[in-house]
């Protein structure tokens, strides 16, 4: 039996950005509610660039997520499962969006791929599930990357850069970096795309992390922010999303 339930609070937004002129990435957030209690779960899917139809695989793996957590609510009371059985279920499920993924690329003859970052909040803890370099922070005491970019370092043409290592629908049997912890009150967990985290500051999410905000304030303060990276730079798409944690 669980000691402590939170209620969640969240929203996420995505934009192609002021450069490119198709958006790769695709980003969810879902809150169940159940009885006794509700979990959250959170993902980042940002197509491979480099790759063929990035957009095509983001989306795919977005549907799909959508499509299982629909389910999954229709058909059990999330507050009555145990919060290691719902995270295997989710990493099942996850196995099974690599699958889909693999599937599509060989019946349309497509070389596609995209990154994907989950992240699962139930009873008091957190689990994340990650494929490549988007990411999941989790602001506390300061700004934590939860999760561990799969990149690599090589040297081309006399200059170094991080190569893409891992994601989804690269290999037959999928490869995750998972890691779990305890959740607190007052916790802001935020999964986002590389195009978001560029240019990201701790400071940036300090009125989200302080002020009791409600979803659609939350998802407005987020365009802010896009906006802001804009500004400074950013290139990419960027896509984020958050979820507060409370009482």
Request: glycine share 8%.
């Amino acid at each position: 039996m669980r000691k402590k339930t939170f209620k969640f609070t969240g929203a996420c937004v995505s934009d192609r950005g002021a450069v490119r002129e198709i958006n790769q990435d695709s980003i969810l957030l879902k809150v169940i509610k159940g009885r006794k209690g509700s979990a959250a779960i959170g993902a980042i899917f940002d197509g491979v660039g480099g790759l063929e139809r990035g957009e095509l695989a983001s989306g795919l793996l977005n549907a799909e997520l959508s499509a299982w957590i629909n389910d999954l609510e229709a058909r059990m009371d999330i507050s009555e499962t145990e919060d290691e059985i719902l995270y295997a279920h989710l990493k099942d499920e996850a196995e099974a969006l690599n699958d889909a993924l693999r599937e599509f690329m060989d019946e349309y003859r497509i070389n596609t791929g995209s990154t994907m970052s989950l992240v699962l909040l139930v009873g008091e803890k957190f689990f994340t599930l990650n494929a490549g370099d988007s990411r999941v922070y989790l602001l506390r005491d300061e700004l934590l990357a939860i999760t561990t970019d799969d990149t690599i370092i090589r040297e081309r043409d006399g200059y170094y850069k991080s190569l893409l290592s891992n994601y989804m629908g690269r290999y037959d049997e999928p490869i995750f970096s998972e890691t779990y912890g305890k959740a607190e009150e007052g916790d802001l967990f935020l999964f986002c795309s590389d195009g978001f985290y560029h240019m990201l500051n701790a400071s940036d999410l300090t009125k989200l992390k302080n002020e009791r905000l409600k979803p659609e304030e939350i998802e407005k303060e987020l365009s802010v922010l896009i906006k802001a990276m804009i500004e400074r730079g950013e290139r990419d798409n960027i896509s984020v999303g958050v979820i507060k944690v409370g009482s």
